[in-house]
């Protein structure tokens, strides 16, 4: 049963990358003339109900975890701890700690600097994270307000706070950063800004590997701009390139501390039992363990991340025609490379950093029931997902 589950989420997957394959070369390589675009100017009036998603999803979380633990501390488990304590004590080469060297540094910097003036580890990463997530659903907003207009960004940013995996933006984990500098780096690219978006394409790469995803939409939109004479050759070579230099950090950082800059490849095989497999792989296992899965207290682990996989599928495939070239290679790439592991176990996590998948709901649900129903439906899913991780349940 596992395989021909897996097949309908690898055929969703191709249906869409065809196409979008081939708008996305003539966008980039070939086509001169512009992209129709709604331009609507943002909103300074929408900042506020922007915020009002987030406090709402952020009200689901946090409201749970008092109600059911009593505290927040319930919401610091799995890499949220190893991050955490990264930020206390930075990295080592003994001990258990000597593999937290897998985890990029960039958010635990930011948590460790942010508890010199607040005093506590977990109210600077829950400040730190409903920060970036504001200025992420931001970006998200203004550049959907010039692809597909302003109500259709502003849903869409709803949508991206109040998702059920939404609540990994609210703990202490990298994917409120991460989703901020992606997107500002997609934001600033498609803007001609391209070095700009370079260095926020660098930074991302210092949250996590994926970061050097970027380098596609930067690609994109600096040869596109070279073509048309808005943009010098160098200029879109460099600014293409910058991600990887987040990388080569990373590798520096590895190679200060552990004397190999590859050490984070030892550790993630030999002692977090994961590598490269290619999304069809990480597709069949989490269908398989859904199946025939033994332990009662893993089953909403396997069924909330096979969900998710199945609704950004279904989402691809569905509305990647709908999406601006540029969007739909980011989405797509990253889709593919976020799932592409030996031992997938955090799926539901990694599609959220994408964050562009959510201007499809939003193009769909132009009216006031769909829209009311996608929003009850997040709702409930992010509570029911809070619910089950603050009680102990895992959730990676």
Known sequence: MAYPIAAVGLGLFLYALIPAFVRGWRYAFCDADALPMLNDAPIKGDALRLLCYLLLGSFVVYGTALLFTGSLNSLVQAD???????????????????????????????????????GDALFAAIVLNNGFLFVAMWYLYKMGCRVYGRKTALRSAKYLSL??????????????????????????AMDGRHLTSGVMGLLCALCRS??????????????????MGQQKLWIAILATLLPLGGFAIY???????????????????????????????????????????????????????????????????????HLHPTHSAYALAGFFIMLSQDWLLSGGRYLMGIAIPFYIPALWAKKPMPDAAVTALCVMGLLYLSCVFCMGTPLY
């Not at 190999?260 to 999304?279: K, S, V």
């Not at 998710?308 to 990647?320: D, E, P």
Request: proline share 5%.
């Open 80 to 118: 949220a701890l190893h991050y955490t304590e990264i930020a206390k004590n930075g990295y080592t080469n003994v001990g258990e700690t000597r593999y937290f060297i897998v985890f990029f540094p960039l958010f635990p910097l930011c948590m460790r600097l942010l508890t010199y003036l607040l």
């Open 163 to 188: 998702f059920p995996f939404a609540l990994f933006f609210r703990n202490p984990y990298t994917e409120s950063l991460f989703v901020m500098l992606s997107v500002m780096s997609i934001y600033y």
């Open 210 to 227: 994926t970061g050097v995803i970027l380098m596609l939409p930067i690609l994109m939109e600096s040869v596109r701009a070279w073509r």
């Open 251 to 321: 590798l520096g950082l590895n190679y200060a501390v552990t004397g190999n800059a590859l050490q984070f490849l030892i550790y993630q095989r030999e002692h977090w039992y994961n590598g490269f497999a290619l999304f069809p792989h990480s597709l069949f296992e989490t269908a398989d363990y859904m199946l025939h899965n033994t332990q009662p207290s893993l089953a909403p682990f396997w069924v909330s991340q096979f969900l998710a996989i199945m609704v950004f599928s279904f989402l691809l495939a569905a509305g990647c025609k």
